[in-house]
């Protein structure tokens, strides 16, 4: 699977934004997708995911009720909708997917077998 992730940008704080992670290469839907952050100066960490079929989210508590995230299997594409942005956001957002997670497994990074190349959130204040 090949991710290309997109939609990053310069926001101010309050603001929203809409990141999107596209792929190819095989069944998409069969696919976990997941979004996960890094900061400068920060390990990566997780910040949402979805289930392949059966569409289950789960969130970082950090974004839980600011962050959506959603998936259209016709297109091959995972959406990470963003609101209510805050500098804290600041970050580079990578997706990655990954075939038969397990719902205690899927915020490690670990768990994911494929990875695009991230889009940088800036949040200004």
């Known amino acids: 699977v090949q991710l290309q992730a997109s939609g990053g940008g310069l926001v101010q704080a309050g603001g929203s934004l809409r990141l999107s992670c596209a792929a190819s290469?095989?069944?998409?839907?069969?696919?976990?997708v997941g979004w996960f952050r890094q900061a400068p100066g920060k390990e990566r960490e997780f910040v949402a995911a979805?289930?392949?079929?059966?569409?289950?989210?789960v969130y970082a508590d950090s974004v839980k009720g600011r962050f959506t995230i959603s998936r259209d299997n016709a297109k091959n594409t995972v959406y990470l909708r963003m609101n209510s942005l805050n500098p804290e956001d600041t970050a580079l957002y990578y997706c990655?997917?990954?075939?038969?997670?397990?719902?205690?497994?899927?915020?490690?990074?670990?768990?994911?077998?494929?990875w695009g190349q991230g889009t940088q959130v800036t949040v200004s204040s």
């Open positions: 990655a997917a990954g075939r038969s997670l397990i719902l205690s497994s899927i915020r490690s990074q670990t768990s994911y077998d494929f």
């Open positions: 290469g095989r069944t998409f839907s069969d696919y976990t």
């Open positions: 979805i289930r392949s079929r059966g569409g289950v989210t």
